[in-house]
Every structure is written in structure tokens, then in C-alpha cells.
């Protein structure tokens, strides 16, 4: 799979950790829509776990690049409610980091602003709020999260659906 990574259109990209709790939400929605029939052959999904800087690094760095970038991850976000699905630019990414190799790190942010500023990569970023994350591994999203891979997944391949 990773030797589609150049050669796909799109790029949908699952952030987390499965084994802290809610943090596992990236990672559900890849496995939902994997479970997917109908994705478009130029789609390429992958779990990145808490590797995802390696990949965006790799890109950067690559000739050839995907049109479009679509990460999914969860966020704790002030004022939302847990589950909600909702997309936040680039820029609102998080300070705060879950996992010493999150995507709310600096560097992985800076990556994602310079894919976005210097080519022409359309970036979405999926985030689901979430409900907590546990202080020791507990693996399972809480019955929101749950709710939300759904959620999540119906709008990544209606966003796919357009872009035919």
C-alpha cells in the first residue's frame, strides 16, 4: 500500500493512538472506510497511528504529489460537544499534543502549511470532538466517538462523491 502513496490522487490519512481511548478515532474511521466498496480508485486509505509527520515528510519531499489531502483525527476543542464531526483549516490545528508523535506537533503542522501554501494540494482536516482520553492505555472510543466514525466517514465520501 505505501507504494501507492505517490501514485493516488488522494490521500485520506487516520491519526491516533487505538490504544488511548478516544485518541483512536483517526485510525476507526480508516477501518470504516476501508470496509467501503465503492471508493474511488485514485483514493488511497491508510492508518497512520502516530506516524503521519513520516509520511507528510515524504510527500514534501516527493515529485509527484496528491491532489488532495483529507487527515482525520480527533481534537479537544473548547465549546463542542463530544462526537461532533467538523473540519478545521490548516491553521486551527491544536497546540496541545496527545502523543510525543501527534499531528498537533509544530513540524508536522509547519509540513501541512507548506504542501497547502506551495502546491496545489487541496487540504481538509476531519476532526471529531473528543470525550476523554484515558491517563493508561485503555483501548475503545467512548459511545460518542463511536457514533462519530459514522459520522465522519459519510462525509468523507460525499467530499470524494464531489470531486468527480
Do not use: N
Given at each position: 500500500m505505501i507504494e501507492d502513496l505517490f501514485e493516488k490522487s488522494v490521500l485520506v490519512l487516520g491519526c491516533g493512538n487505538i490504544l488511548l481511548g478516544d485518541d483512536g478515532f483517526g485510525p476507526a474511521v480508516i477501518e470504516c472506510l476501508n470496509r467501503e466498496k465503492n471508493l474511488p480508485d485514485d483514493v488511497l486509505v491508510m492508518d497512520m497511528g502516530t506516524s503521519i509527520r513520516d509520511i507528510l515528510f515524504d510527500i514534501t519531499l516527493s515529485e509527484k504529489k496528491p491532489e488532495m489531502?483529507?487527515?482525520?483525527?480527533?481534537v479537544?476543542?473548547?465549546?463542542r460537544?463530544?462526537?461532533?464531526?467538523?473540519e478545521i483549516p490548516v491553521e486551527e490545528?491544536?497546540?496541545n499534543k496527545t502523543?510525543?508523535?501527534?499531528l498537533h506537533q509544530h513540524p508536522t503542522v509547519n509540513m501541512l502549511a507548506e504542501l497547502k501554501d506551495n502546491y496545489p494540494i487541496e487540504i481538509k482536516i476531519v476532526v471529531a470532538?473528543?470525550?476523554t482520553i484515558p491517563e493508561d492505555i485503555a483501548p475503545g472510543l467512548s459511545p460518542a466517538m463511536h457514533g462519530a466514525v459514522k459520522t465522519a466517514c459519510k462525509k468523507i465520501?460525499?467530499?470524494?462523491s464531489t470531486r468527480r
Open positions: 489531502i483529507i487527515i482525520v483525527d480527533a479537544d476543542r473548547p465549546g460537544k463530544p462526537g461532533e464531526v467538523f490545528i491544536p497546540e502523543s510525543d508523535f501527534s470532538q473528543m470525550e465520501l460525499r467530499e470524494l
